[in-house]
């Protein structure tokens, strides 16, 4: 494991370059995992816009793990729309079936949903690997977990960066995501509480297991 503080865009986006070319893969795939509210998805999404900008192709793409959220309907199904966020209400194997199919350099467009914040559900077929895509940016919150079937991921993976952010920064994150979908700060701390810390004890636990763990030097802007 190795540590990188005080990291900026420019840095882990060279990064992320120099080891996709040491790597001599076909596909190199990255993994960005850390708590609720650490900036994952922002990050990915800026790493694959510096990325493309510097080797000046669309070489990079992000998948949100948060695509294979199960709908809402099946949720209520299961009796689990109240702790949406935990690893039950993901559809884990299919989950898992995408980064295999990914890993092994399929040459066929791959198709994959994201996630609809506006919705609140996921949005099939709306992200689409294609054979110019060779660095994979894979971010979520369960990436490294050790149970089945999230287990099968690790191997997977070229590299898996944690980044470590603050909790009292991801809280204020969480209020202000949850009161923007509508809850009340009562509701929204009440949502932190059942859901989002636990889930973040869980992913903290995973922490030993990343290639490097990576703090931001300006921790705002992701």
């Known amino acids: 494991m190795e540590f990188i503080n005080n990291a900026d865009l420019t840095m882990l986006t060279n990064l992320l370059i120099k080891t996709y ?21 922002t990050l990915a999404n800026l790493l694959m816009k510096n990325t493309n900008e510097v080797l000046q192709e669309e070489i990079a793409i992000v998948i949100p793990m948060d695509g294979y959220h199960y709908h809402n309907d099946i949720l209520l199904e299961k009796d689990l729309l109240p702790l949406k966020g935990i690893p039950q209400t993901f559809d884990s194997q299919r989950f898992v079936m995408l980064i295999k199919e990914i890993a092994s350099e ?21 992200i689409v690997i294609e054979n110019k895509h060779k660095i994979i940016i894979v971010e979520g919150n369960y990436l ?13 993976f070229n590299e898996s960066w944690f980044i470590e952010t603050p909790l009292t ?9 949850h009161v923007l979908t509508g809850r009340s700060v009562e509701e929204a701390l009440s949502k932190i509480n059942s859901t989002d810390a636990p889930n973040a004890e869980l992913i903290i636990q995973t922490r030993q297991k990343a290639t490097k763990v990576i703090t931001v030097a300006t921790i705002e802007e992701i």
Request: glycine share 6%.
């Open 106 to 126: 399929k040459q066929e467009k791959i198709y994959c949903p994201s996630y609809d914040r506006r919705l609140h559900n996921p949005v099939e077929r709306s």
């Open 144 to 156: 490294l977990l050790d149970t089945y079937p999230w287990s099968e991921l690790g191997d997977l």
């Open 169 to 177: 920064t991801t809280k204020e994150r969480l209020i202000s995501r």
């Open 21 to 41: 070319a040491n790597s001599q893969n076909k596909r190199f795939l990255l993994a960005i995992t850390g708590v609720p509210g650490a900036g994952k998805s």
